[in-house]
């Protein structure tokens, strides 16, 4: 995916000059050997022009990383470190931050070869607290050479979403649609986030599409779209405007990315869409969805911002659904009790009309917006790609501003059932433990709208991590709590 940045944590070490300064050499080295036997070594880069134990190492520090090409930082406490360096180095480099501390070795060298970094990494969060300054601290953040070689591994998605908010730009188009005002959400919390925004009318957007009549790749992109079709390829009739629709984004993409190097968009889908443009944009939404640029449905700025967030995390394609309906009794009954261990309220529906890459499909079929054609003429409605979401794990989340501006997040690790659903567009049948309780007390009560983003996986530890990093408080990140862990409007007599 050509939409995120790579990662490459500059690591580098630090030491208090009461302390032995071989302990952190030596330690550095060995977490370095540790992850590149592991893991893809240009992940990290080892700086090696000095073990920062003052404020001019720490400047030294800084310009190697820099010019190695570092867009986030390790600080790897060797030995008890110097806190005031240490906090600053992590103060004045441009990314994300993270601290790890050294454990001890072995039981016979705790004399000269004891580093007391257990202490240090206090002595550290302290300072980094009083300097205001953001870092990312694991859940147990000392270790040995390969241990740490592991966290540093973890902070890797983290540090992806991090820095590709920072460089990101959101291309929308048109006002939400009417009765989506759930979808609408004040735009201050994205400039917080380091992000951009770019809002254009829908007729801006179709002008472009008219200027694309006739382009001479369009046939190029309807081959593609056949290829990735196959015997799916139900409407070939409106594949021509489609790849120029297609073509149309990516254009618009390149000549309004500006001086940003990421990019999503937030489309409008309806309700003149397609009487206008003579088809629905689903299928070409979950193309570009597919290639790492998350296109939201409905003008869902937030939702399209937790989509590119997913997408940095788990480097897969990602999508956008309702949280629609309700799991049919005779369903549950049929198909998933006693199969799997959920209750009837653990499950729902997952639905959109028709956004979700193919490759995220156990089938998939181009088709009319079943929806849309109630009310309009079926040749205007084509577009949409459905079939069964692909069972297997999810995280189902969502980054919201809400109505007062303040930003709120929740996320919900769980699975898609190889239920069939016996229904149209793209769609599952999802399962997260305790859902009916989270649906109550967090979605609903929490005012989030009826948008989660769905990435292809367990990712809540890197998500959560990240909604920490970016300022999220952590009172307003909800999760499916278990059961016996109380919600705090929850009735105790219920």
Not at 480 to 492: C, F, H, L, S, V
């Amino acid at each position: 995916m050509n939409n995120l940045p790579k990662v490459k944590i500059g690591i580098v070490a630090v030491s208090r000059d009461c302390f032995p300064e071989s302990l952190s050499v030596n330690r550095r080295k060995a977490l370095i050997e540790a992850y590149k036997a592991k893991y893809d070594e240009t992940d990290i880069y080892e700086c090696p022009v000095c073990i920062v134990e003052s404020e001019i190492h720490m400047i030294q520090a800084l310009e190697d990383i820099k010019k190695a090409g570092c867009n986030a930082l390790c600080v790897y406490l060797g030995n008890f470190g110097p806190e005031i360096s240490e906090t600053l180095l992590a103060k004045h480099f441009d990314g994300p931050s993270m601290f790890v501390a050294a454990a001890e070795e072995s039981q016979n060298d705790l004399v000269g070869g004891r580093g007391d970094a257990y202490c240090g990494m206090l002595n550290a969060s302290y300072n980094l607290k009083l300097r205001n300054v953001k870092a990312y601290i694991p859940e147990y953040p000392v270790g040995d050479a390969e241990d740490c070689a592991d966290m540093i591994h973890e902070f890797v998605p983290a540090a992806r979403a991090i820095i590709g908010l920072s460089d990101l730009k959101i291309i929308s188009f048109g006002p939400r649609p009417l009765n989506f005002l759930a979808c609408n959400a004040p735009i201050k919390q994205l400039y917080n986030l380091g992000v951009e925004i770019e809002e254009n009318s829908e007729l801006d957007l179709f002008e472009a599409f008219n200027k694309h009549e006739g382009d001479e790749r369009i046939p190029a992109k309807v081959k593609e779209m056949e290829e990735e079709l196959g015997a799916g390829n139900q409407k070939p009739e409106i594949l021509p405007k489609l790849a120029q629709y297609e073509l149309t984004l990516l254009d618009w993409i390149e000549e309004h990315r500006g001086y940003r190097k990421y990019v999503a968009i937030a489309g409008k889908c309806w309700p003149a869409f397609q009487t206008q443009f003579g088809f629905v944009p689903c299928y070409v939404n979950s193309r570009l969805t597919g290639m790492g640029i998350p296109v939201s449905c409905e003008v869902d700025i937030y939702g399209c911002l937790s989509e590119f967030i997913g997408t940095a995390v788990s480097e897969d394609a990602v999508t956008l659904l309702d949280i629609n309906n309700s799991v049919p009794k005779d369903m549950y009954e049929e198909a998933i009790k006693d199969k799997f261990d959920y209750t009837h309220k653990d499950t729902f529906m997952g639905f959109h009309c028709g956004n979700t890459c193919s490759k995220k499909l156990s089938f998939c079929n181009m088709k009319y917006q079943m929806i849309m054609a109630r009310t309009l003429p079926e040749e205007v409605t084509q577009g949409t790609l459905e079939g069964d979401i692909m069972p297997g794990d999810i995280t189902f989340y969502r980054l919201q501003s809400t109505a007062d501006n303040k930003l709120r997040g929740y996320i919900a690790q769980g699975e898609v059932l190889p239920v069939a659903t016996r229904s149209f567009g793209s769609i599952g049948v999802f399962a997260i433990p305790e859902m009916g309780r989270f649906y109550r007390h967090v979605l609903i009560e929490g005012n989030y709208p009826h948008h989660g983003a769905v990435a292809f996986g367990h990712f809540g530890k890197a998500l959560y991590e990240v909604y920490k990093y970016i300022g999220v408080e952590v009172e307003e990140i909800g999760f499916n709590q278990p059961k016996g862990m109380r919600y705090k409007t929850e009735n105790p007599f219920a």
